[in-house]
């Protein structure tokens, strides 16, 4: 089983910058789905995620200002977060969907979520 751990959330000013950081405790032979989700109260939202095949997706409000990035080296999934914005706020998740081996079931997982607070 793959345990994520995020960091990096906190406090900071609108137009700020706050990078956050996701570690898995495995690399899983299959990723399917790697990346940010963003909880307000309610359904999880997509922020930025990589696809199975290595391409990105954002989210329109995350386009031009949010960048994500991947290490597989170290396990670690980053988002680099610039131009933030007070709608910005919220719980952030890290998420995987992945086969641990070929033939195994897919799986999922996620962090245990870190705080982005962005004041006006």
């Known amino acids: 089983q793959v345990q994520l751990v995020e960091s990096g959330g906190g406090l900071v000013q609108a137009g700020g910058s706050l990078r956050l950081s996701c570690a898995a405790s495995?690399?899983?032979?299959?990723?399917?789905?790697i990346g940010w989700y963003r909880q307000t109260p309610g359904t999880p939202h997509m922020v930025a995620v990589f696809s199975g095949d290595g391409t990105t997706s954002y989210a329109d409000s995350a386009k031009g200002r949010f960048t994500i990035s991947r290490d597989d080296a170290k396990n670690t999934v980053s988002l680099q977060m610039n131009s933030l914005k007070p709608e910005d706020t919220g719980v952030y998740f890290c998420?995987?969907?992945?086969?641990?081996?070929?033939?195994?079931?897919?799986?999922?997982?996620w962090g245990q979520g870190t705080q982005v607070t962005v004041s006006s």
């Open positions: 998420y995987i969907s992945y086969r641990m081996r070929m033939g195994t079931p897919t799986r999922d997982a």
């Open positions: 495995a690399r899983p032979s299959r990723i399917n789905t």
